[in-house]
C-alpha cells in the first residue's frame, strides 16, 4: 500500500505550538477524507481530527479551539496546527488518507511522536 509521509512532530513546552504535514507518495486518487489519529498513554487510538475533501472538519473535544486540520487538495496533502499545547496532548500521531467511493482505500502512516513537556 501507499506510505504516507508525516513530518512536524517534536518536543515542545506546554503552551506551544506544533504543524505536522502528511501526503501519500506518488500519484493517488482523491481522498474523501483526511484524518489524524494519536495514541496517548493509558488510552486506545482515538481521532484527533479529520476533514473531507470539502472541508467539512470533525475535532476531538479535547482539542477544539487548539486545533486545525486543513488540506491542500492538489498535493493529497494534510496539515494539523497544534496550538496552546498541553502535556495530555503527547502521543503518536498517526496520519490517515481514506477514500470510500469506487477504488477505495485506506493509507496510514507510520506515525510521529509528539512531546509536551510541563
Known amino acids: 500500500q501507499v506510505q504516507p509521509v508525516e513530518s512536524g512532530g517534536g518536543l515542545v513546552q506546554a503552551g506551544g505550538s506544533l504543524r505536522l504535514s502528511c501526503a501519500a507518495r506518488?500519484?493517488?486518487?482523491?481522498?474523501?477524507?483526511m484524518n489524524w489519529y494519536r495514541q496517548t498513554p493509558g488510552k486506545q487510538r482515538e481521532l484527533a481530527a479529520g476533514i473531507t475533501s470539502n472541508g467539512v472538519t470533525n475535532y476531538a473535544d479535547s482539542v477544539k479551539g487548539r486545533f486545525t486540520i486543513s488540506i491542500n487538495n492538489a498535493k493529497n496533502t494534510v496539515y494539523l496546527q497544534m496550538n496552546s499545547l498541553k502535556p495530555e496532548d503527547t502521543g503518536v500521531y498517526y496520519c490517515?488518507?481514506?477514500?470510500?467511493?469506487?477504488?477505495?482505500?485506506?493509507?496510514w502512516g507510520q506515525g510521529t511522536q509528539v512531546t509536551v513537556s510541563s
Open positions: 506518488g500519484s493517488i486518487l482523491t481522498p474523501n477524507a
Open positions: 490517515n488518507i481514506r477514500r470510500t467511493l469506487w477504488a477505495g482505500y485506506d493509507y
